[in-house]
């Protein structure tokens, strides 16, 4: 999961931050309406936490222009008022769901979760896949019933490579969703992750290098059947 941060409020936005990244969720970070607005033009996020009230383009505004630009980014607004008619205007305007301030950061995260249980093609909470059963909100991993412990960038990984189902992910777009804007492109990261990960798997390995185009999460058997 990716997400775009949008709060004028650096200490708050840099604990939004800090938490997202303890729940394996790579997020970038911006401060006003004008450059949320560079940032999604460019980059695909699954979720944004925007502030209503901030610096440039208001956040209605933005959400408006995520809406009729048919991104298929969630939208969780957040808001210093706690009054029905905020939260029935933003509503309307068409976030999916709304904070407000002062709240806990967990609940945030669930909230955030909530969204991701549901994007535009119905992903379960859980997926199962190869052997494989993925929890997103209770950060769990099962091979064939035996639980495999992930550090938060393996989870991040295997959770992109796992909602492929079989397709193949270039090591560009894992960077891009697994990691937040601050990655270096030029990294090996993403090779020392894939292979450490493998490693937490155990044999057989599940996660094939496609020479040239990038990984792909499969059995065994069926990557053998496709060099037959």
């Not at 933005?62 to 630009?69: C, E, G, M, P, Y």
């Not at 960038?153 to 937040?180: M, P, Y």
């Not at 155990?202 to 069926?222: F, K, M, Q, S």
């Amino acid at each position: 999961m990716r997400v775009l941060i949008v709060e004028d409020e650096p200490y708050l936005a840099e604990a939004i931050r800090d938490g997202l990244r303890l729940e394996a969720i790579a997020s970038d970070m911006v401060g006003d309406g004008d450059t949320a607005l560079e940032y999604l033009a460019v980059n695909e996020y699954d979720a944004v936490i925007l502030d209503r009230d901030i610096p440039g383009t208001h956040g209605d505004d933005v959400a408006r222009w995520i809406i009729t630009t048919g991104l298929p980014c969630r939208i969780l607004m957040l808001t210093a008022a706690d009054l029905l008619d905020e939260k029935i205007r933003g509503f309307e305007i068409g976030a999916d769901d709304y904070v407000t301030k002062p709240f806990e950061l967990r609940e945030l995260v669930m909230r955030l979760r909530a969204l991701g249980r549901r994007p535009a093609e119905g992903a379960p909470p859980v997926q199962e896949y190869a052997g494989l059963r993925l929890d997103t909100f209770r950060r769990e991993v099962y091979r064939d019933g035996r639980y495999v412990a992930l550090t938060r960038k393996q989870f991040a990984v295997l959770e992109v490579l796992l909602a492929a189902r079989g397709g193949v992910i270039s090591a560009e777009t894992l960077l891009e969703r697994a990691w937040d804007e601050n990655a270096d492109p030029f990294t090996n990261a993403v090779r020392i992750t894939i292979s450490s990960l493998r490693k937490r798997l155990g044999d057989p390995w599940l996660i094939h290098t496609v020479a040239g185009v990038g990984y792909r999460l499969d059995t065994a058997e069926a990557a053998a059947q496709e060099h037959l």
